[in-house]
């Protein structure tokens, strides 16, 4: 049996990446695809804040806790993220609805739906 070596890749589990260093299995094309899916990536300027926490209502999200300490709303995090204020999220919308998302970067932890919740 013959196999074609190009569409082979020696990968390191450990690491997610091919011997060449390429990332490999669900890094790039996932990462792309959930990049597609947002309507803006902003780019964040030097000083920009985290979001360190949601501030949620009846279980929905009604606003964020940033790094600096202070907490704002759904639609100011999106204003703030727009002006670059706020780093790794995007922003995409539902209906007329416009809302943040973690940028895919390969790690769960920081994404928004596991930042710790506060009632808001």
């Known amino acids: 049996m013959i196999e074609n070596s190009r569409?082979?890749?020696?990968?390191?589990?450990d690491n997610g990446k091919s011997t060449d260093g390429q990332k490999t299995g669900k890094g790039t094309l996932g990462e792309a695809l959930a990049r597609n899916a947002l309507d803006d990536i902003p780019q964040p300027k030097s000083d920009a804040k985290e979001i360190v926490g949601l501030v949620k209502s009846?279980?929905?999200?009604?606003?964020?806790?940033?790094?600096?300490?202070?907490?704002?709303?759904?639609?100011?995090?999106?204003?703030?993220?727009?002006?670059?204020?706020?780093?790794?999220?995007?922003?995409?919308?539902?209906?007329d609805t416009e809302y943040l998302k973690s940028l895919p970067d390969g790690t769960e932890d920081n994404n928004l739906g596991n930042l710790p919740s506060i009632s808001g």
Request: no cysteine; aromatic share 2%.
């Open 7 to 13: 569409n082979l890749k020696n990968t390191d589990n």
């Open 58 to 95: 009846s279980g929905r999200i009604t606003g964020y806790r940033l790094s600096d300490g202070s907490t704002v709303s759904k639609q100011e995090g999106v204003s703030l993220a727009k002006d670059g204020e706020i780093k790794g999220v995007g922003i995409a919308h539902r209906k």
